[in-house]
C-alpha cells in the first residue's frame, strides 16, 4: 500500500485518540465567528433602511473579480505614496494564506489517504512541497517585522491602534515562531538523527527553516527525549494559540474581523459610481429627510462602519484634514461604529448634536479621494451627505453662505449672486443657435451656470462653442431655457431643490427630445449622466474632454501651433477624474497639440489633490489654509508657467490661489479647451 512521504501525520501527538482533537480548532473558531458576527447584525438592524439595489447575481460577479484581482493584489494599496504598506500586507496576506493552504493540503492528504484509500494528486510532492510551505512562513515573517518596524519605529500619526495592533501582532508572531520551532523540534528528533527510524537528512533539507532550527537545537545538544516533550508542548500551544487569535478578533471584534466583514462589505455595498449621490426617493412617501439617528441608514451602511479597519488611509488623503479642517473621513467613520455599539437598546440620539459636529459635516468637499483610497470599499460621503441632508431640510442649521447659494438656485436659477451676465451674454458675436432656432440640433451643447454667470467660465465656453464650430458639430444650446442642475443643492443637503431643477430639465429635455448632451462642467456633467436618471433622466452625456479627443482622432480638429517658451501641467478634476475615470482623455488632447511643453503635477489622475471648491465649499468661508492654496504649491513645484484644468471651478480656485501667492509671477490657469481653440 502506498505510504505517504515525508513527515508522519500527528508524530509524536498519538492519533485518533489526541489528534483527532485539534480538528476541533476550526468548529471552535467558526463558533466564535458565527457568535461575533451575530452579534455584530442585532447593531446593523438598527438601520431600518434596505438595501438599495440586490441584484445578486451582478453582486456576484462583480465580488468575484474583486476578490481574484482587488484583494489578492491588494489594489487599493498599490498606491505611489504606500508602497511600504503595501508589501507589507501582501507579505502578511499571502505568507499566511500560503500556510493555510499547506495546513488544509495536510489534512486532506492524511484524510483522504487513511479514511477513503484516496491517494491526493499533491502527496507524491509533499516532502518537496516543504520548500513553498517554508516560504509561505519566511513571506510572513517579512511582513510582521515591516509591520513591527512601522508600527513602532515609524509610527505615522494616522496609526492609532497600537494595543490591538500589539495584540494581533504578537498572535501572529508566536503563530510563526511556534510553526518553525516545532518544525525544528520534529525534523531534529527524527529526521536529522541518526537513531531514529525516520532517519533522512535529504528529506529534511527540504524544509529549510526547520532544517536550520533543527541544525541550531543539535548544535547546542539538547537530548532527543526533550525535543519530544517541547515538541508535543508547541505542538499544543500553536493549536490553542491559533484558536484563540481567531476568537479574539471574533469576540474583540478587532482588526482580525476585517478578514470576513471586508467581503461582506464588499459585496453588499452600492453599485453607484462615487460621484453618484444616494437617492432618497419621492418626497411625497418620506416621514423624515436625511439622517437623524442610526436607524435613519440602511443595515449595510452600519456593517460598512464595522468593515472600516481604521488605516487612516482617507484621512491622509483627505483635502480638509491636510489643510486643518475639523473633517476626519476615517474618525467619521470610527465615531459611528462606536456610536452604533453604544446604542444597541436606544438608537434615538441626534448624530450631529452628540457624535459627529456639524463643523465636521460642513468640511467635506465631496471630492472623493476617501472612497477612492478606501482598502474595503467604505463610502465615507454617503454618511456626510445624509448628515447634510438632515441639517438642511430637518433642523435647519445650514451656514448663512450656503443658504444663501440654494436661494439664489430657487429664485433665479443660478448660484451667482451679484453676476452682471445673462444665460446668453456669451454668444455675443458667435452666431450660436439655441434649440428654439435650431430644434433638430444633433447635439445640446449644456452651458451651466459657471459657464454663462462668470468671466473665466465665459471665456472657456466661447472656446468650446468656437471648437465646435471649427469642426463643423452641429448643436444649438438651451439659452434662457438652461438652467441649474441641482449639483450644488444636492451636494449641501437639499434633495428637494435638486430633484426640483433636476424634473424641470428633465422636462425642457423631453420637450426638445434631447438625447445628446456635452458640456464642459465635470459637475453638470456627473449630475446629469449619473444622477438625472434615478428620476427618470436618461441621455447620452459627454465632458468635452472625450468628445473632443475623439474629434480631434476622427481628424476634424489638427492642433498645431507649438508652445515653445512655456511649460504646461493638467490638474485634475475631482468630478472628472476621480469620480468619472476620465484621465487619459484630457491627455491625449494635451499629446495631440504639436511641441506643448508638459510635465505631470504631483498628486495627479485619480489621486489628484482637490481644488477646494466640490461639495458647495466655493460659496462658503474656509478657516485656516486654502485647500487652493495648498494646490497651488504643487503647482509652483513642476516649474510650469501654465496650470491647464478642465473644469470651470478649478478655474476660479486656482486663479485665485496664484493671486494670493506673492512668491510667483507669470503663472497662469487656463482651460484646456481654450488652448485647443488656440492651437487650431
Not at 111 to 135: M, Q, S
Not at 256 to 282: C, D, Q, V
Not at 582 to 601: C, D, H, M, Q, T
Request: with cysteine.
Amino acid at each position: 500500500m502506498f505510504e505517504l512521504p515525508g513527515r508522519p501525520d500527528f508524530w509524536n501527538i498519538g492519533y485518533p485518540l489526541f489528534g483527532i482533537l485539534v480538528y476541533l480548532s476550526a468548529p471552535i473558531c467558526i463558533a466564535f465567528i458565527s457568535y461575533g458576527i451575530i452579534r455584530r447584525i442585532k447593531l446593523w438592524k438598527i438601520g431600518t433602511k434596505t438595501l438599495e439595489d440586490k441584484k445578486y447575481l451582478k453582486r456576484i460577479s462583480r465580488f468575484s473579480k474583486e476578490i481574484s484581482i482587488g484583494l489578492l493584489t491588494h489594489k487599493k494599496f498599490s498606491r505611489k505614496r504606500h508602497m511600504y504598506p503595501t508589501i507589507m500586507h501582501l507579505s502578511i496576506f499571502w505568507g499566511f494564506l500560503i500556510l493555510f493552504i499547506a495546513t488544509t493540503i495536510g489534512a486532506i492528504e492524511f484524510n483522504f489517504h487513511k479514511y477513503f484509500g484516496i491517494i491526493f494528486p499533491t502527496a507524491p510532492y509533499r516532502v518537496e512541497l516543504g520548500l513553498i510551505w517554508d516560504i509561505g512562513g519566511i513571506i510572513a515573517t517579512i511582513g510582521i517585522g515591516m509591520a513591527v518596524w512601522r508600527r513602532y519605529v515609524i509610527k505615522p500619526s494616522r496609526l492609532n491602534t497600537m494595543l490591538d495592533d500589539t495584540m494581533i501582532l504578537s498572535i501572529l508572531s508566536l503563530l510563526i515562531l511556534s510553526g518553525f520551532i516545532l518544525e525544528g523540534l520534529r525534523i531534529g528528533a527524527t529526521e536529522l538523527n541518526p537513531s531514529s527510524d525516520l532517519y533522512n537528512p535529504v528529506n529534511a533539507k527540504w524544509s529549510i527553516i526547520g532544517w536550520l532550527f533543527a541544525k541550531f537545537l543539535i548544535l547546542i545538544k539538547i537530548p532527543t527525549p526533550i525535543m519530544e516533550i517541547l515538541h508535543k508542548s508547541f505542538w499544543w500551544s500553536h493549536a490553542i494559540l491559533f484558536t484563540a487569535g481567531l476568537s479574539y478578533g471574533a469576540i474583540k471584534f478587532s482588526h482580525i474581523s476585517h478578514m470576513y466583514i471586508t467581503p461582506l462589505n464588499m459585496f453588499f455595498r452600492s453599485f453607484r459610481k462615487t460621484g453618484e449621490l444616494k437617492p432618497m426617493g419621492n418626497f411625497e412617501n418620506l416621514e423624515s429627510f436625511g439622517a437623524r439617528s442610526l436607524k435613519d441608514f440602511s443595515w449595510n451602511e452600519l456593517m460598512a462602519y464595522d468593515s472600516c479597519t481604521n488605516c487612516g488611509r482617507c484621512e491622509e488623503m483627505c483635502p480638509a484634514w491636510n489643510t486643518g479642517k475639523p473633517l476626519s473621513p476615517r474618525k467619521v467613520m470610527q465615531d459611528m461604529r462606536k456610536h452604533m455599539e453604544d446604542n444597541l437598546i436606544s438608537s434615538n440620539s441626534a448624530i450631529t448634536d452628540e457624535i459627529i459636529e456639524e463643523e465636521v459635516v460642513w468640511s467635506c468637499l465631496t471630492c472623493g479621494a476617501c472612497i477612492d483610497i478606501c482598502p474595503v470599499n467604505i463610502n465615507q460621503v454617503d454618511t456626510i451627505v445624509e448628515l447634510r441632508r438632515y441639517l438642511t431640510l430637518e433642523k435647519t442649521s445650514i451656514p448663512d453662505s450656503a443658504q444663501t447659494v440654494l436661494e439664489n438656485i430657487e429664485q433665479r436659477g443660478h448660484p451667482w449672486k451679484g453676476t452682471e451676465y445673462s444665460r446668453t451674454s456669451w454668444m455675443d458675436g458667435l452666431n450660436i443657435k439655441t434649440i428654439d432656432e435650431h430644434p433638430k440640433a444633433e447635439i445640446l451643447f449644456w452651458v451651466g451656470c459657471t459657464g454663462s454667470m462668470t468671466e473665466r467660465g465665459i471665456e472657456s465656453t466661447r472656446s468650446m462653442a468656437k471648437v465646435l464650430q471649427k469642426a463643423g458639430i452641429d448643436f444649438a444650446v438651451l439659452g434662457n431655457k438652461e438652467t441649474c442642475t441641482g449639483d450644488p443643492a444636492r451636494r449641501m443637503g437639499n434633495e428637494y431643490l435638486f430633484q426640483m431643477k433636476a424634473q424641470e430639465n428633465i422636462s425642457t429635455f423631453e420637450t426638445y427630445s434631447i438625447k445628446k448632451i456635452i458640456t464642459t462642467c465635470p459637475h453638470c456633467f456627473n449630475n446629469i449622466k449619473n444622477e438625472y436618471p434615478q428620476l427618470g433622466g436618461n441621455y447620452e452625456v459627454q465632458h468635452y474632454t472625450s468628445f473632443v479627443g475623439e474629434l480631434i482622432k476622427e481628424g476634424k480638429l489638427n492642433p498645431k501651433i507649438a508652445f515653445n517658451s512655456k511649460k504646461f501641467t493638467y490638474h485634475d478634476s475631482c468630478y472628472l477624474g476621480r469620480h468619472n475615470e476620465l484621465i487619459s482623455e484630457p491627455r491625449k488632447i494635451i499629446s495631440s497639440i504639436s511641441g506643448l511643453n508638459f510635465v505631470e503635477i504631483e498628486n495627479n489622475k485619480n489621486q489628484s489633490a482637490c481644488c477646494g471648491a466640490g461639495g458647495g465649499r466655493i460659496w462658503m468661508e474656509e478657516k485656516g489654509k486654502k485647500i487652493n492654496h495648498k494646490r497651488i504649491e504643487d503647482f509652483i513645484e513642476t516649474g510650469a508657467d501654465t496650470l491647464l484644468v478642465s473644469c470651470g471651478f478649478c478655474v476660479q480656485m486656482m486663479d485665485e490661489g496664484i493671486a494670493s501667492n506673492n512668491k510667483i509671477k507669470g503663472k497662469n490657469t487656463m482651460d484646456l479647451i481654450t488652448l485647443l481653440d488656440k492651437s487650431t
